[in-house]
């Protein structure tokens, strides 16, 4: 299904539950199959966030990134896109049976994680207050030091969408060593050319039918922010081995992200994403898990019909295009926007196109 549509329904039967009380079952035709039916949710929780915005300020793009925690079927996130605001939702593993990202936080948790000037709102069943509280040693992570009592720490961010393309707190105060602003400001440019070229082989960017995207080596957010003009958000996901952490700056720009070591399984349910984007991943894991297993792992997040583009060195994209041809993905090499000269080369990846015939 196309974005927005897909926003209200799922596939009933993609889904491992029991029909729910409060659902309601739909039965529009299955364009596949002629009959179906749907796992629809007419009302969700728009209630309750319109509430939420008569005390913190959802309007006007003050806030622009949400952490929702015990997320359910993410309907909260969903209503705050409504307002441009981005959501992060996690739960429990397997609560549901959906295989989201595992995760249970505690204040102390929410506290190294929340920014300065920002909101906790805590929705939950009556708190026994009668409990008796156990005295722990405080370990909360100190926040940066300023001069004067209204000043923020870290540096503010500004309003969204400015947020977006201003230099980020990080850059501007030092906290990145060895990262000047003007490779920032050079690094936002070389992205807007790439994602303007990439539109070449992504024809359906527009329309709709690419929604969920990962970026598998984000660095900067440069490549979520110039393709920000689409209907898409982007899981930008910083490699835990890599020197430099700019998964604050991610932050800062009004995006989201993680951290993920990419020899390992992504927590997320499999057929998640419709969009993979992969630059020098296999390059950094060359010496480690290999290529094989990667690809593995992006087939299995990869949604049936989805595309992916792998940017690396010409010899890496070779040995990754022999993989992606035993896994039956329908790819090709091309150059890059630079040219036949430059240095790196590109994997596309466009399984909506029929299936290449194989030797037996």
């Known amino acids: 299904m196309a974005w927005p549509l897909r926003r209200d329904r799922a596939w009933y039967a993609n889904v491992e539950l029991p029909p729910p009380a409060s659902a309601k079952l739909g039965d529009p035709l299955d364009p596949a199959r002629g009959r179906g039916e749907w796992l629809v949710f007419p009302k969700g929780v728009g209630n309750y966030v319109e509430q939420l915005a008569g005390m913190v300020p959802l309007r006007g793009g003050e806030v622009r990134t949400a952490l929702d925690v015990g997320c359910g079927v993410a309907s909260f996130g969903d209503y705050l896109l409504n307002y441009g605001i981005l959501t992060m939702s996690i739960d429990r593993r397997d609560r549901h049976k959906a295989q989201l990202i595992s995760d249970e936080l505690y204040m102390l948790e929410i506290d190294r994680l929340l920014r300065p000037g920002g909101y906790w709102v805590l929705s939950t069943p009556p708190i026994s207050w009668k409990t008796p509280y156990v005295n722990t040693s405080m370990c909360l992570t100190q926040l940066p030091r300023v001069e004067l009592v209204g000043d923020i720490a870290g540096g503010a961010v500004e309003k969204w969408p400015q947020r977006l393309t201003a230099v980020p707190p990080r850059i501007t105060n030092g906290g990145m060593k060895g990262m000047p602003i003007q490779t920032y400001k050079l690094d936002s440019l070389n992205w807007e050319k790439r994602v303007d070229f ?23 957010g440069g490549f979520a922010a110039a393709i920000s003009e689409y209907p898409v958000w982007v899981m930008n996901v910083v490699p835990a081995n890599l020197t430099n952490n700019t998964l604050g700056i991610i932050y800062e720009r009004g995006l989201i992200g993680t951290y993920m070591d990419w020899c390992e399984s992504f927590s997320t349910y499999p057929r998640t994403y419709d969009v993979i984007h992969a630059n020098g991943v296999f390059s950094l894991y060359m010496d480690t898990c290999g290529i094989p297993y990667i690809l593995l792992e992006m087939d299995r997040i990869l949604r049936p019909g989805g595309a992916a583009i792998i940017r690396d060195t010409p010899d890496v994209v070779h040995k990754v295009k022999d993989a992606a041809d035993r896994l039956h993905w329908h790819s090709q090499i091309v150059d890059t926007e630079n040219g036949a000269l430059d240095p790196e080369k590109l994997l596309i990846v466009d399984n909506s196109l029929p299936f290449p015939d194989h030797p037996a």
């Open 198 to 220: 990439y539109r070449t082989y992504l024809k359906d960017l527009s329309s709709g039918s690419y929604r969920n995207v990962m970026d598998m080596n984000a660095g900067f």
